[in-house]
């Protein structure tokens, strides 16, 4: 018997909702682990270290980086972020389904060195839709979000090295159709 989890990758530009359907499916399912990224940018909000993600210096990152200790990691607007690998393989080894939500420079990576994973990119509704939505987060500043627009578009070239798109335009669809494609991926 197979008792090795499932490898699964989400992304999607910001503003698809990709992290309110990843709310819902580790509500929904239980057997379902996300996987904390290290990063080198600021806590917004209410994020809390170990929790939201694991923030970390310049310096801690890059000695990380050569102790070997990512599975994948990019450079996201400037900062750093990556996957902590021993976790994440842990976790498969004990059978767990992982959901990594990361970026596409990052999932390129998955997708070379770990050609079994499951990898699922988020698409909006249209470009209007994305825009509006990126405005309405009210945490950014206009040249923030624009910069965050562009790269939601160049981010949109790769959806096609995925192995299966959702477009989210209603919430509990898209849910329902990445719970399935979980589901079903051998
Ligand atoms: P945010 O700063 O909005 O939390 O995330 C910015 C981008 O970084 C998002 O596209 C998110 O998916 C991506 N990201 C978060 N964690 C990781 C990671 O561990 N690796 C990579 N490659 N991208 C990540």
């Given at each position: 018997m197979d008792t090795k989890g499932k490898l699964i990758v989400i992304s999607g530009p910001s503003g698809c909702g990709k992290g309110t359907i990843v709310d819902k499916l580790l509500q929904q399912d239980g057997s379902l682990q996300l996987s904390i990224s290290a990063t080198t940018r600021m806590p917004r909000g209410t994020e809390e270290n170990g929790v939201n993600y694991f923030f970390k210096s310049e310096e801690e990152f890059e000695q990380m980086i050569r102790d070997q200790a990512f599975l994948e990691y990019a450079d996201v607007f400037g900062k750093y972020y990556g996957t902590p690998k021993e976790y994440v393989l842990g976790k498969l080894k004990q059978g767990k389904n992982v959901i990594l939500e990361i970026d596409v420079q990052g999932a390129m990576q998955v997708i070379k060195n770990y050609p079994e994973a499951v990898t699922i990119f988020i698409l909006p509704p249209s470009e209007e839709v994305l825009l509006g939505r990126l405005k309405g987060?009210?945490?950014?500043t206009e040249e923030q979000i624009m910069k965050r627009f562009g790269k939601a578009k160049a981010e949109m070239?790769?959806?096609?090295?995925?192995?299966y798109r959702v477009v989210n335009d209603d919430l509990d669809t898209a849910v329902a159709e990445v719970k399935n494609i979980i589901d079903h991926a051998s």
């Open positions: 987060r009210g945490t950014e070239e790769y959806a096609q090295q995925y192995g």
